[in-house]
Antibody
Framework: EVQLLESGGGLVQPGGSLRLSCVGS????????MSWVRQAPGKGLEWVSA????????EYADSVKGRFTISRDNSKNTLFLQMNSLRAEDTAVYYCGKADCGGDCRLIDYWGQGSLVTVSS | DIQMTQSPSTLSASVGDRVTITCRASQNVNSWLAWFQQKPGKAPNLLIH???TLQTGVPSRFSGSGSGTEFTLTISSLQPDDFATYYCQQYNTYSRTFGQGTKVEIK
C-alpha cells in the first residue's frame, strides 16, 4: 500500500524558515516524480513545486520561486521542501504527492495526510 | 498561466440525484485533466485522470468527459459518501492549475 507521511510543519515567524519532509513507503520513490501542493485554511488547492524522479529537474509556482527549494533523497525514500523567507500568505496545509510515473510526470495519484505550516508573529 | 473555472461553486442535491460539475480551462489542455474529491480534514483523492479514465477503485457512478477547454464530472446516482468538495486540475502545463472547487451539499 502506498503511503506518504509528511513532517516538519509548525509555527514560524514571518521571514523565517522551515523544512518539510515526506517519507514514502509501499513504492520505490526513485521511480516517480513528486510534488508539493498546499491549501490555505478554508481555501482551494495550489500546486507549489515538483521534482523529477532523478531530482535533476525541478519546477516551482511563481508564488514561491526563489524562496522554496524542492529536493529528494531517493536512498531514504524522502522528499523535502525547504521554505525560506516565509510570509503570512504561505500559511497552509502542505501535501506531498506521488506522480503516476517517472520523468517529469505531472499527475498526482497518491497524497500524504498533510502538514500544517503557520506563519505568524 | 492557464485558469480553471468550475461551476457551480456549491451544489445542493439529494441521495440518488444525478449531479454534473463543469470545469472550463482558459486555454486548450487537451485531455490532461483530472478530478479529485476532498472531504473535510482529509487529503484529496484522485477520481478521474486524462479527462475520462476512472482511477482504480473508484466507483463506476463517477464519470468524466470533455477535451480541450470544457470538461464535466458526473455522479450518476449521488450516495451519502459523495458529499464532499470536488476539484478539477489541468496537468497539460507546468503550472498544474486547480479549479476553485465545487462543494456538494446535502439538500
Amino acid at each position: 500500500e502506498v503511503q506518504l507521511l509528511e513532517s516538519g510543519g509548525g509555527l514560524v515567524q514571518p521571514g523565517g524558515s522551515l523544512r518539510l519532509s515526506c517519507v514514502g513507503s509501499g513504492f520505490t520513490l526513485s521511480s516517480y516524480a513528486m510534488s508539493w501542493v498546499r491549501q490555505a485554511p478554508g481555501k482551494g488547492l495550489e500546486w507549489v513545486s515538483a521534482v523529477s524522479d532523478s531530482g535533476g529537474s525541478t519546477e516551482y509556482a511563481d508564488s514561491v520561486k526563489g524562496r522554496f527549494t524542492i529536493s529528494r533523497d531517493n536512498s531514504k525514500n524522502t522528499l523535502f521542501l525547504q521554505m525560506n523567507s516565509l510570509r503570512a500568505e504561505d500559511t497552509a496545509v502542505y501535501y506531498c504527492g506521488k506522480a503516476d510515473c517517472g520523468g517529469d510526470c505531472r499527475l498526482i495519484d497518491y497524497w500524504g495526510q498533510g502538514s500544517l505550516v503557520t506563519v505568524s508573529s | 498561466d492557464i485558469q480553471m473555472t468550475q461551476s457551480p461553486s456549491t451544489l445542493s442535491a439529494s441521495v440518488g440525484d444525478r449531479v454534473t460539475i463543469t470545469c472550463r480551462a482558459s486555454q486548450n489542455v487537451n485531455s490532461w485533466l483530472a478530478w479529485f474529491q476532498q472531504k473535510p480534514g482529509k487529503a484529496p483523492n484522485l477520481l478521474i485522470h486524462k479527462a475520462s479514465t476512472l482511477q482504480t477503485g473508484v466507483p463506476s457512478r463517477f464519470s468524466g468527459s470533455g477535451s480541450g477547454t470544457e470538461f464535466t464530472l458526473t455522479i450518476s446516482s449521488l450516495q451519502p459518501d459523495d458529499f464532499a468538495t470536488y476539484y478539477c486540475q489541468q496537468y497539460n502545463t507546468y503550472s498544474r492549475t486547480f479549479g476553485q472547487g465545487t462543494k456538494v451539499e446535502i439538500k
